[in-house]
């Protein structure tokens, strides 16, 4: 088996509103496939799947392109998720095919991937924030992990036991300590 085929192919996967989209367009420009077919196929996907799939999937859009009379005409083509296009393409078969079959999949995944990381981050900066903005919520984060029970975390913070579990409950509603912690 050889590592790869001899096929320069770099997937053109854009993000739209946090999603990262592929369109039938270049589909059919990487499968060498004319448009016109691809958009049949999708047709044809559309009439075997679910409506929630389809519409979740397969989004009707247009692009603008010169006709051969020289004017601007729009066209339609179709934005598709990861899921889409996975649906539309396992019928295309051949090694050529598998070989972009699997750039598209590494693309979509290294896309993914870029996109939780940045999300991971805005995630972890905003607990930061909260937790900045609410020293007892980050001292009572410190004496769970320690181990501490409320009665003790009240001793800490000098309040009563129902004040550190209301500041728990309100923590847990935040998603700052997970449901175990006794609130």
Not at 35 to 40: A, M, Q, S, T, W
Not at 48 to 62: C, I, Y
Not at 111 to 136: D, R, S, T, Y
Request: net charge positive; charged share 20%; proline share 3%.
């Amino acid at each position: 088996m050889t590592d790869s085929l001899p096929i320069n192919i770099t997937p053109q996967i854009v993000v739209i509103n946090g999603v990262p989209l592929t369109t039938s367009l270049t589909v059919a420009e990487h499968f060498g496939k004319a448009h016109k077919n691809v958009l049949r196929d999708i047709e044809n996907v559309l009439t075997q799947v679910s409506d929630f799939f389809g519409k979740l999937n397969f989004e009707p859009t247009e692009y603008t392109a010169t006709n051969n009379l020289g004017f601007q005409v729009k066209y339609a083509m179709y934005n598709l998720t990861r899921d889409g296009f996975m649906i539309l393409v396992m019928g295309f078969t051949g090694k050529e095919a598998m070989c972009i079959k699997e750039a598209y999949i590494t693309a979509f995944n290294e896309m993914e991937a870029m996109l939780n990381h940045g999300l991971k981050a805005k995630c972890q900066k905003l607990v930061e924030q909260l937790f900045a903005a609410n020293p007892k919520w980050a001292l009572i984060k410190r004496c769970l992990n320690c181990g501490l029970n409320q009665a003790q975390i009240a001793r800490v913070l000098k309040c009563s036991a129902e004040t550190v579990r209301q500041e728990q409950k309100k923590m847990q509603e935040c998603g700052l300590l997970p449901s175990d912690h006794r609130a």
